[in-house]
């Protein structure tokens, strides 16, 4: 049996679970945010120096 025979279940969400939705969505959303900014704030703290050091001394093609 092909899967476009099969009729498809369509569930109608209530405005409150619509609502929760979003907000679980939103949630998600800056959790996603925050980490992406601690990864990128960890890398400068951890290799800012070194790397401006590196692009210094011409192993990047900087000098």
Partial sequence: MIVADKKLELVTLTERQKKARRNRSI?????LAALVIIFYVATVV????QGASITGSGLLGGG
């Fill in 46 to 49: 951890r290799f800012g120096h």
């Fill in 27 to 31: 949630a998600i959303g800056f959790a």
